[in-house]
């Protein structure tokens, strides 16, 4: 369990009262080694198809259709460039509710947690990138798609899957508040993030492969990140105490997030 010792949070936050509870983020060993499993699996999966070609070659040649048809691109264009900005602009207005609303703080850590693993997939996924260097459908399939824009980055593993994923996953799998805001939250980031991942398959920017191995990554750094953030809470405590003893900065991150994810390409 990654939580704040219970004598820490019985006190007021900022706009909060914490009186009734503890803030603090369960995580069950079953969960978490349902998470590391799935992510092999993902990451399994798109090492097939790769080897495979073939079928995901046919996938990506399927979406020639996308290019045809101006309100289905213009959708998947808008999911592929503001889907990542639109996940974090979500979590900002959340925090900003629950904030003035003095609401259920329960669930306050998943949103550090939703920071580390964004940060620590990232990082990963551009490493990933830069050593295995596939090349792009639009290279690869020249010929045979319509899209022939080139990328300055590589195609393994998906940067805009694994970003979306990292963002998403922490709050859909670690949250665990019953209030009608954390299921709109969830149910809206899920729609989101699997529609960042379709639209970089429509938009014949990723092989399928690559789009399964950036949910793999997403999923692995979820894992490792509740593993760090519980080695944190039980060597250092007063650390973790600190992070979440004024929360109101969180809303304020996930809008600079927001911004910066609007003007970067993965």
């Not at 079953?30 to 799935?38: H, P």
């Not at 299921?183 to 960042?196: E, H, I, Q, S, Y």
């Not at 399928?208 to 793999?216: E, F, H, I, K, Y």
Request: net charge positive; hydrophobic share 50%; charged share 15%.
């Amino acid at each position: 369990m990654i939580g704040l010792r219970e004598e820490a949070v019985r006190r007021d936050l900022p706009g909060v009262s914490l009186s009734s509870g503890v803030v603090q983020l369960r995580s069950s060993r079953r969960l978490l080694f349902g998470i590391l499993f799935s992510s092999f699996l993902f990451l399994g999966l798109s090492l097939f198809l790769w080897y495979q070609r073939s079928w995901e070659q046919a996938v990506t040649i399927f979406h020639n259709f996308v290019y045809s048809r101006p309100l289905l691109l213009l959708v998947n264009e808008s999911l592929s460039s503001w889907g990542m900005s639109t996940i974090a602009l979500i979590y900002a207005f959340a925090l900003f509710r629950s904030l003035k609303a003095k609401g259920d703080y329960r669930d306050l850590p998943v949103y550090l947690l939703v920071l580390v693993s964004f940060l620590s997939a990232a990082v990963a996924g551009h490493l990933l990138k830069l050593i295995i260097a596939r090349l792009r459908p639009a290279v690869e399939l020249s010929d045979r798609i319509v899209l022939h824009q080139l990328s300055s980055t590589s195609s393994f593993p998906s940067g805009h899957t694994t970003n979306s994923m990292a963002l998403a996953l922490p709050f859909l799998l670690m949250a665990t508040g019953k209030e009608r805001l954390t299921r709109w939250v969830k149910g809206t980031v899920l729609v989101v993030a699997c529609g960042v991942a379709y639209s970089r398959i429509a938009l014949q920017r990723h092989f399928l492969s690559d789009v399964l191995a950036g949910v793999g990554v997403g999923l692995l750094f979820l894992y490792l990140s509740v593993e760090g953030c519980n080695a944190l809470q039980k060597k250092r405590p007063q650390s973790w105490e600190r992070l979440l003893a004024n929360p109101g900065y969180l809303p304020y991150l996930f809008l600079l997030l927001a911004l910066l994810l609007g003007f970067v390409s993965f």
